[in-house]
T-cell receptor
Framework: GAGVSQTPSNKVTEKGKYVELRCDPI?????LYWYRQSLGQGPEFLIY????????DSGLPNDRFFAVRPEGSVSTLKIQRTERGDSAVYLC????????????FGPGTRLTVL | AQSVTQPDIHITVSEGASLELRCNYS??????LFWYVQSPGQGLQLLLK??????LVQGIKGFEAEFKRSQSSFNLRKPSVHWSDAAEYFC?????????FGTGTKLQVIP
């Protein structure tokens, strides 16, 4: 079956603009995660959804970052008033069920803020 | 809070040689531990995981890792490296769903 997909694969924007990054999880996976990977770093946890609700958003760096998953499937990460420091690869992952299960990662969206 | 240290940023090995990538973690209880591999243009792929039980864990692609509680380590090993193993490797720890990754070790394989 299809894996986790993310669109766009690349996004270039100007400082101060608003961007949306989309994640399509594996069908039937109830858990969805967003990570940010800066150059030379490992992925950094941002937020985790179980179904439609954010179960843990402790990794969101500030209130410019927001994520939704209105129907418990597709998720959108929204960044307002982008800054150059937001440039990174944004990774999405999904997993099945409750408890810890293997997270399957998408290829990521590379965001560049000029 | 949990943390992961991968002390080697970059490692070069010859094809056919053995490999060991180091990982040390910090967490108050027995954690879930993972190794992921990331190839250029590819998503992160899980190599192996440790939850409990046998401290020597077998993974995909011929990799294994050993959990040593006394040393807070979870080193990744492979007896004979192939050129296709060139990639970046991440150790990770999770008390539950929130996974914390190390900074990664980039593996170069030379003929």
């Amino acid at each position: 079956g299809a894996g986790v997909s993310q669109t766009p694969s690349n996004k270039v924007t100007e400082k101060g603009k608003y961007v949306e990054l989309r994640c399509d999880p594996i069908s039937g996976h109830t858990a969805l995660y967003w990570y940010r990977q800066s150059l030379g770093q490992g992925p950094e946890f941002l937020i985790y959804f179980q179904g439609t609700g954010a179960a843990d958003d402790s990794g969101l760096p500030n209130d410019r970052f927001f994520a939704v998953r209105p129907e418990g499937s597709v998720s959108t990460l929204k960044i307002q008033r982008t800054e150059r420091g937001d440039s990174a690869v944004y990774l999405c992952a999904s997993s099945s069920g409750q408890g810890y299960n293997e997270q399957f990662f998408g290829p990521g969206t590379r965001l560049t803020v000029l | 809070a949990q943390s992961v240290t991968q002390p080697d940023i970059h490692i070069t090995v010859s094809e056919g040689a053995s490999l060991e990538l180091r990982c040390n973690y910090s967490y108050g209880a027995t954690p879930y531990l993972f190794w992921y591999v990331q190839s250029p243009g590819q998503g992160l792929q899980l190599l192996l995981k440790y939850f409990s039980g046998d401290t020597l864990v077998q993974g995909i692609k011929g990799f294994e890792a050993e959990f040593k509680r006394s040393q807070s380590s979870f080193n990744l090993r492979k007896p004979s490296v192939h050129w296709s193993d060139a990639a970046e490797y991440f150790c990770a720890v999770a008390p539950y769903q929130k996974v914390t990754f190390g900074t990664g070790t980039k593996l170069q394989v030379i003929p």
